[in-house]
């Protein structure tokens, strides 16, 4: 679900710098720039920039200002650039969709309350209907430009587990029952009923305060590190061995190792579907930032410079 502010304000894009295309000057004090002849007006930018840098009880500094300013307007001439070739391309926000999105927003408001929200912002439903079809139309063309599968093949993914076989290691597991109860006491009544051989689950699911007691308090494998430090101590003992008492910030806590599992390589060939999607996401953002890179190339695009250096 998105908010009021996503429609209004919020930048939708990751900022990707202002070294391309042909920047220009010459524009009049009402407009920040102009895209392909499509302008930006200094009250569309204002609206987007105040929100920006106005955080709550806290005053923006003067010395950051210049770097938010081209950081917002460059959001906003790459929101420009993907709707003016989306609706080049043929990509269009049904009613339906902007209906939806309408609807979503009006349920985090009470009645009417989205209305005097719009004017406090100074604007009307139809100028806001404007700016999410705008933004709408923008998402779904990064989808669609993301949508390219790059193809990945087989030596590539090769290639890289082993120039990164550090990374598929996988340290010492254990898998552990556990007991906890919130008194020392009744915990050592416990730990002594267990010596004497009653069974840990059945006294894990009658006793235990921790939400795998349904499971006769089973955590399930881990590894060193993974669970609180006290927890480590299952490291040291044997196969099948039940812990003495261990105190906690969460209780007392006995401890029974089911099954112990050494460190080990994970295998290229059970790496290889996760590698493959991994790297097919990197080419694919790649390949996606060569082509909006590409865009601003061929974009005429001018700026306000006595605004911006202002």
Known sequence: MKSLAFFLIVPFFVVSGWGCGPWEGGLSENFVARVDGVSITLEEFSREFKELILEPNKEPDPGNLAALKEACLSQMIERRLLVQEARRLGIRISQEELDQALQ???????????????????????GLKSRMEEKLLAEKMVRAALSYQARITEKEALDYYESHLSTFQLGAEVRVRQIVVSDGEEALQILKRLKRGESFEKLAMEKSL??????????????????????????????????????????????KVVEKREPRSISFKEAQSGILRDLRRKKGEETYQSWLRDLKEKAKIRINKKWLNA
């Open 210 to 255: 921790g939400p795998e007691k349904v499971n006769g308090g089973d955590l399930g494998f881990f590894r060193k590190g993974e669970r609180p430090e006290e927890f480590d101590r299952v490291f040291t003992m044997e196969g099948g061995a039940i812990s003495d008492v261990i105190k906690s910030p969460y209780g007392y806590h006995i401890f």
């Open 104 to 126: 979503e927003i009006k349920t985090d408001y009470p009645e009417r309350g989205l209305d005097e929200r719009l004017g406090l912002e100074g604007i009307t439903l139809e």
